[in-house]
């Protein structure tokens, strides 16, 4: 599906304005013993999800996989009205809650504020952290070291981080989605970063996802 302008989407511009009303960023700090992450493949005209849950050591507990027809083409700003069913399905199939979910998207650095991750948490009622390899608004001066981060502004807001997370590789956005503040969503990722750019349990939804893809079109 070709990508479209989202000012099109007058309905679902104002749904996000409304979510971006209920997103808490003051929520106090917790434990986060268990992390979860939610990530998506698409093939044709179905995305592909899947969620898991480590624990704090950052072993596995569990994974779900779960899909959804795509009835509508990617736009810039609405990735959750295309994606947003298959992970909500992969979640409910999940036994535990995680303490926090790292979603593959944007938090709040997103032009109503109202990205993948705050969406997302909303509905969900969940702690949520956006990481993506790109960033939908917000200026920045890139990291020019490994391993170190700069803040996210736009409008004069802070909106999350952006960080380089290893040796030789481009940096990642990481932002508040709901019910987690800028700082412990920071520390969550930092500390759910090993061997790879991107923090483990995202990195191992990425492959859960594409499994199933794969799985699928045998």
Known sequence: M???????????????????TQVVLDAPAG???????VAQSCSNDVVFSSAIVLDALMNVVEVSTASAKITMPYIAGLLFFREGRAAIAAL???????????VHGCGINHPRFAGFASHLGV???????GVSKTTLCGEYA???????CVPLKFKS????????????TKPIFISPGHLISLKNALEVVQRCVINHRLPEPLRLAHIKARQARFVASD
Request: hydrophobic letters at 35%.
């Open 92 to 102: 409910k199939k999940l036994s535990s809650k995680p303490d926090v979910l790292i």
């Open 123 to 129: 509905v969900r009622n969940t702690s949520t952290i």
């Open 142 to 148: 890139e990291p020019d070291e490994a391993y170190r």
């Open 31 to 37: 434990d986060y013993t268990s992390i979860g992450a």
């Open 157 to 168: 807001r802070q909106l999350g981080f952006v960080s380089k997370t290893m040796i030789r």
């Open 2 to 20: 070709v990508a479209q302008d989202a000012t099109k989407f007058q309905d679902l511009l104002k749904i996000q304005t409304d979510i971006a």
